[in-house]
């Protein structure tokens, strides 16, 4: 499901247009912020947007058997991925490219990217394959 598009968060989820994942980020105190919020919440600065690596680990994982979606086969891996580029960036995701039971926490993951329409617009949904996997 994605969520609407707005003016905090349209560059996060089309971003992904040129292969790269865009997060939120805070020049006057330097972090990163996931969701996509209008300003940061340590600071209230504003919030401007880089590119990320892309790179992370599997902080969290659960393995879904029951087919909530029709249109999602099942089993499938929905996963809390922590970004390398700072120790709380965290995003929910799914796991690809592999099968579900050989997901663990701390494995080396990258980012993909799924294109699904929106509104109009498409959207470039983050999912991530483990480090090395090939599409």
């Known amino acids: 499901m994605i969520p609407e598009l707005t003016a905090d968060n349209r560059r996060f989820w089309t971003g992904g ?3 790269r994942l865009h997060v939120p980020y805070c ?3 330097a972090r990163w912020v996931l969701p996509p919020e209008a300003e940061c919440p340590r600071c209230d600065g504003a919030l401007g947007e880089r590119a990320v690596s892309g790179e992370g680990t599997v902080f969290t994982y659960t393995v879904n058997r029951h087919p909530f979606n029709p249109a999602v086969p099942s089993p499938y891996v929905v996963a809390i991925v922590e970004l390398a580029e700072q ?3 965290r995003v929910a995701t799914n796991i690809v490219d592999c099968e579900h039971d050989s997901v663990t926490i701390g494995m080396p993951v990258t980012v993909r990217f799924e294109a699904q329409p929106s509104s109009g617009e498409t959207v470039y949904v983050p999912v991530f394959a483990p480090l090395g996997a090939t599409s």
């Open 17 to 19: 247009a040129d292969g």
């Open 87 to 89: 120790a709380d960036l």
């Open 27 to 29: 020049e006057r105190c």
